[in-house]
């Protein structure tokens, strides 16, 4: 009768500190892993861009086996010396079940891909994914690793974050030099122009670096909305400015897709408190200083040494439109800071709830007016000449660098399979086995080359891992960014993770997954489901 009572005390009062004890030598296991791929990852290359991806499979792959045999092993020894840690970190509490939704989700994920590498007919590349982007079962068995340590024990480390905004800098920031024919590392020696064009820093393709760079600018958005040391939230203004001009010379627009999206994900979680509205507008404010200090480092160059800006990075390095809306953003924040100088009660100051639901109402007209435009030019108008931004309202075979006819014949595809391969698809990354026999000659005639992936992540799985597959996918991103959301109050941190997972899941509709930053993502889900379920060795006063 003694046991249940003991175990009741500690549940309610010592928890905390046990729990703590025990993540210790696995938390640091974690941290290790993530050191590794904060800071080595990233720069690791061994032949130019010609094996960029290999290169991230195998230190990503390296490291997840790494981790799994530390982590494992230590809870074999665990179990052997008596301790049944085991036991101990699978009971759970109210608050954190033994497995969740977002768990659930995961290995469902992992089991369509399963089937469909069985049942593929080609097993050997839906294992590697070669044909495509090595994105094959391989990969997500290393996904799915590294989200349940990562989820089981992690603990947040300042440092952790502050290696990883600092390496994330200078990745955009070599970009940048790139962007200026600079190459101090002479990783353009021998290429083409086009690959001089398409390529920067020491992640690769264009759309992989704003893909990377968006999500850096996520984590240093929220990391300075919601920290409290005022040296290191300076720090990540000047990571979040370093970021932004890593996703302008990256000159593709899945990175703007993935930066607004991060930039209205922070809005309606700081629109209700005053200090983090304050907070927003400098951020705001940061960035589009940072695109004009562009402007003038491109000025000194003449304008001319350089790879050239797309139409969104020309609006905020080159356009007047945008220096206004940087003094009207600067005079904001200036005003919201010193009014609250004056009044030092609107630190704590929370706004009636009706401002969320005009705020959501509003931004909800905004995208219904979107997708009406979108329609409105894409069904009934086809006519009339676009030009600039308006282009994007038009989807055809042509739309995003003839995304729209690999979207469309991605579709078609999947309509041909039969209901096995609807369900459980034609094998992880085999979307070249798929789509090549139907429709190659047709897209070498029209534009010159054919394609190995759907330049759609949700389109491409559902394609290759079926609608089980392709569901649990998005399942496992829904889940967690809700449970983000529901804890936003209790526990800051995990908006920051999700903020970068929306970043990147938004920019993601019209990218591909591979090796390179899909990593990363599934690293900060891994570290938001790791701050939730950790709640109980969390102490928020430690996030600062």
């Known amino acids: 009768m003694s046991k249940p009572k003991t175990q009741k005390s500690n549940k309610a009062g010592s928890k905390s500190v046990t729990a703590k004890k025990n993540y210790t030598t696995p938390a640091d296991f974690v941290n290790y892993f993530l050191m590794i791929m904060f800071a080595f990852f990233p720069f690791y290359y061994t032949q130019q861009f010609s094996n960029i991806r290999h290169d991230k499979y195998n230190v990503f792959m390296f490291s997840a086996v790494v981790l799994t045999l530390a982590v494992a092993g230590y809870m074999i020894y665990s179990a052997y010396t008596g301790k049944d840690y085991l036991k101990r970190q699978l009971s759970g509490d109210d608050k954190t079940p033994v497995i969740c939704s977002t768990d659930i989700f995961f290995l469902v994920f992992l089991f369509a891909s399963i089937v469909s590498t069985l049942m593929s007919g080609d097993i050997k590349n839906a294992l590697t994914g070669d044909l495509g982007r090595n994105n094959g079962l391989l990969l997500i068995l290393g996904y799915t690793l590294v989200y349940f340590f990562v989820s089981r024990f992690y603990e947040y480390k300042t440092y952790i974050m502050v290696l990883y905004v600092l390496v994330s800098s200078l990745v955009c920031g070599l970009a940048v030099l790139n962007f200026f024919y600079v190459d101090p590392l002479n990783i353009f020696a021998n290429y083409a122009q086009r690959y001089v064009l398409d390529f920067s820093s020491t992640i690769g393709n264009k759309n992989l670096m704003s893909s990377f760079a968006c999500m850096s600018f996520a984590i240093c958005f929220m990391l300075y909305i919601t920290g409290k040391r005022k040296g290191l939230r300076v720090f990540y203004l000047v990571g979040l400015a370093f970021s932004f001009c890593g996703t302008l010379v990256a000159n593709s627009d899945s990175g703007f897709i993935g930066v607004f999206a991060a930039i209205s994900f922070a809005f ?91 705020t959501v109402c509003v931004f909800t007209t ?97 394609v290759t891992t079926g609608i089980i597959g392709a569901l649990s996918y998005i399942g496992i991103i829904v889940t967690a960014i809700v449970k983000a959301v529901k804890n936003a109050k209790e526990l800051p941190l995990a908006m920051v993770f999700a903020c970068a997972v929306v970043a990147y899941c938004t920019q993601a509709v019209v990218n591909i997954s591979q090796p390179i930053t899909t990593p990363i993502m599934i690293i900060f889900l891994s570290m938001l489901m790791g701050v939730i379920r950790n709640r109980q060795t969390y102490d928020n006063e430690k996030y600062k």
Not at 302 to 315: M, R
Not at 374 to 396: A, I, M, Q, W
Not at 420 to 430: I, Q, R
């Open 268 to 358: 309606f979680y700081c629109v209700r408190r005053y200090s983090r509205l304050r907070d927003f507008f400098t951020a705001v404010s940061v960035m589009l200083f940072a695109a004009k200090l562009l402007r003038l480092i491109s000025f000194m160059y003449g304008d001319k040494n350089n790879k050239g800006l797309n139409s969104f990075a020309e609006l905020f390095v080159m356009k007047n439109s945008t220096l206004v809306l940087l003094i009207i953003v600067v005079a904001i924040a200036v005003g919201l800071h010193l009014l609250q100088k004056r009044f030092k009660e609107l630190e704590n100051f929370v706004m009636p709830k009706f401002v969320f639901v005009i």
């Open 366 to 462: 905004a995208l219904v007016a979107l997708g009406a435009m979108f329609y409105y030019f894409s069904v009934v108008d086809t006519t009339t000449e676009l030009n600039g931004f308006l282009r994007f309202f038009r989807f055809n075979n042509s739309w995003g660098t003839h995304r729209g006819y690999m979207w469309i014949k991605s579709i078609e595809v999947f309509s041909t399979f039969d209901i096995k391969s609807m369900l459980f698809g034609c094998g992880p990354d085999l979307f070249k086995r798929a789509f090549e026999p139907l429709f190659k000659s047709d897209m070498v005639s029209r534009y010159g080359e054919t394609t190995n992936c759907a330049h759609n992540e949700y389109l491409n799985y559902l």
